[in-house]
């Protein structure tokens, strides 16, 4: 079920980190992200935090991954993907990277991509892939 922009607003006006706010204004601007706005502007234990071994299990060779959330540096990265985050650790940005991975923050692709064309969001309670 999608939020109402409405409701966005409202859980939105409760955050403080002006990153975190800047980007669900982005995504609530755009049709196609406000699955996106709705997942980010909820309660902070609805984040998801991924680990690059579960994002690994996930994808297939080539794939572009949304982690509405902070990706984590446990364990590796076999495929050259393109990981899309809300955050990064240093040491899951260092080894995406290192394997050849694209690392690329939620507002940037927003702004690149604003029909999330190719995304697929990575969720712990589903997995979403936009056409």
């Known amino acids: 079920m999608v939020?109402?922009?409405t409701k966005i607003s409202?859980?939105?006006k409760r955050k403080t980190n002006p990153s975190l706010v800047e980007t669900i204004r982005l995504a609530k601007k755009n049709e196609k992200w406000l699955d996106v706005a709705g997942?980010?502007?909820?309660?902070?234990?609805?984040?998801?935090?991924?680990n690059l071994s579960e994002i690994d299990k996930e994808v297939k060779e080539g794939d572009s991954?949304?982690?509405p959330g902070k990706v984590l540096s446990?364990?590796?990265?076999?495929?050259?993907?393109?990981?899309?985050?809300?955050?990064?650790?240093k040491n899951a940005k260092e080894k995406l990277l290192n394997s050849k991975c694209e690392v690329v923050y939620i507002k940037d692709e927003i702004k690149k991509n604003p029909s999330a064309?190719?995304?697929?969001?990575?969720?712990?309670?589903?997995?979403?892939r936009w056409k």
């Open 74 to 89: 446990q364990g590796n990265v076999s495929k050259k993907i393109k990981v899309v985050g809300l955050g990064f650790s």
């Open 3 to 5: 939020k109402t922009k």
């Open 117 to 128: 064309k190719g995304l697929k969001i990575l969720n712990h309670l589903k997995v979403t």
């Open 65 to 67: 991954v949304l982690i």
């Open 39 to 50: 997942l980010l502007s909820g309660p902070r234990r609805r984040k998801v935090n991924l």
């Open 10 to 12: 409202k859980q939105e």
